[in-house]
């Protein structure tokens, strides 16, 4: 009998795992993708609509496109995991039995997290909300716009300085950007901790060329109507309010028990973490804490969690390389999902040869390397790279490509590919 294998969330974990799956596994086996959204779109798109280049109703993709591709697409509300009866719940479909569960559903913007944010500020992350503050930049004739990020882990991490970049830009065109001041405030004691203190401190020397400010331990405590007070107990008057709220994992996956670090028998579990190399036979295993909080612990070379035939990829697991935190960005989640494809065509397929055989823990060769790239976008049609290798021997290693014309149009055949890939 064929398997059934269940992915719940369509974004790029989602997307890069199903269609692996449907290539790699023989008809009889169903691949099965519920989410509640309707349309795929990539949330590089914010960055192009405040640029003004792009409209958020060309940038969507069906996801009922998957049915033409032999994957089955529910639209649908995940609303419950039983992990012990190996089955979902869907708000409209009801149970769904699963043979293996992919859970990719990402991580949830939590903008209440902030006081006064909510109906204040402007979420960056929000494609709804990017289209007015389009509108306001290019109503602003003087004053300041901040762009704040209020709280870590975050998606994209490059995206808050994109953005700031991106605004000066739009300022600049405007014609009011001599008169309007742009600072960035961010949580963190450098810009981006997870690419270490050489990469962020060049994130910050390229948007001083920009004329933007920076100001690192800020994280918001209040949003006033015209002043953000942060909380060390500094303040700070704006015009603009640009924001990157808090995240948080889905309420499913935390009522399933998907983020804790105990079994109920209340004993510690561990998720494999690299040493010196990104091979398993070097792997150490050390106890993740602050996935107990709010993500999904895995094993970082095979992103199983402690439950069997249970996988968990992208942005609401918790992928750790000693004491760094894989970045959650879709091009990470997209390597994830390759490899926990692999590892289930495999097992299925060493199954069939062997069914009496018992599942191994991994019957696949591959392993995640923790190697991905992010564009940086700076305005006026460019782009850098940072490309990163975050199982390397030795720590994580971190490379800043410079801007360019060339680098603002891989940025764009990047949307491009993938969306073809997934669903055209």
Known sequence: ???????????FGGLACANALQKGLARNHRVIVIDKKKSFVMGLVNLWMLAGSRRLDESQTPLAC?????????????IAIDISANKVQAREHGWIDYDYLVVALGSELAPEKVDGFVGRGYNLYDPEQVKPLRKELLSLKEGRVIVSVMGVPYKCPPAPYEAAMIISDVLKKNGTREKVQVDMYVPTPIALPVVGTQ??????DTIARYNIGFHANCK???????????ESGEKAAYDVLVGIPPHRSPEVVKSAGLTKTTT???TTTTVTTPTTTNTPSAAATTTTAAAADEWIPVDSLTLRTIHPRVFAIGDVAEVRSGA??????????????KVVAQEIIDEINKAQVQPASPPPVSSSSVAYDGKGFCFM??????????EADFYHEGGPVVKLESPSTEGYEKKHD??????????L
């Open 377 to 386: 976008e700076v305005g006026n049609n460019m782009a850098g790279l940072i």
């Open 1 to 11: 009998m064929g398997k059934r294998i269940v992915i719940l969330g369509a974004g």
């Open 66 to 78: 998957l049915n033409a591709r032999g994957i089955e697409y529910l639209h649908d509300d995940a």
């Open 199 to 204: 990469i962020s401190k060049q994130i910050v």
């Open 324 to 337: 760094v935190t894989v970045p959650k960005a879709g091009i990470f989640a997209e390597g994830q999902a």
């Open 220 to 230: 918001p405590a209040v949003v006033k109507d015209d002043e953000i007070e942060f």
């Open 414 to 423: 990047f949307e491009r590919s993938r969306t073809k890939e997934w669903l």
């Open 264 to 266: 109920s028998a209340g």
